[in-house]
Nanobody, 118 residues
Framework: QVQLVESGGGVVQAGGSLRLSCAASGGTFSNYALGWFRQAPGKEREFVAS?????????HYADSVKGRFTISRDNAKNTVSLQMNSLKPEDTAVYYC??????????WGQGTQVTVSS
């Protein structure tokens, strides 16, 4: 059983920055990859970024955030972060942390709201 808790969301003006964090408990943190997803009102949940199970491991980004967002993880602290720079109004969404496949399923956090005002 893995529990994920996101934090760091808020309201920011366009061009600003936010840093999201996701704290994990349960399971063996260094055994699974992690990712960030987001869901805007009226839209489907979409992939944002992922990182392999190693600190400093391989990363992947959605084209829409490439060059602006950076995902990182700290296996000593069981956390994964998403640094978001040059935010745009279209980045407004609820952001979710998700584990890689653990046992027979993925695990999701409860989400944190990010609102970017123009």
């Amino acid at each position: 059983q893995v529990q994920l808790v996101e934090s760091g969301g808020g309201v920011v003006q366009a061009g600003g920055s936010l840093r999201l964090s996701c704290a994990a408990s349960g399971g063996t943190f260094s055994n699974y990859a992690l990712g960030w997803f987001r869901q805007a009102p009226g839209k489907e949940r979409e992939f944002v970024a992922s990182i392999s199970r190693y600190s400093g491991g391989s990363t992947h980004y959605a084209d829409s955030v490439k060059g602006r967002f950076t995902i990182s993880r700290d296996n000593a602290k069981n956390t994964v972060s998403l640094q978001m720079n040059s935010l745009k109004p279209e980045d407004t969404a609820v952001y979710y942390c998700r584990s890689g496949f653990v046992g027979s399923r993925y695990y999701w956090g409860q989400g944190t709201q990010v609102t970017v005002s123009s």
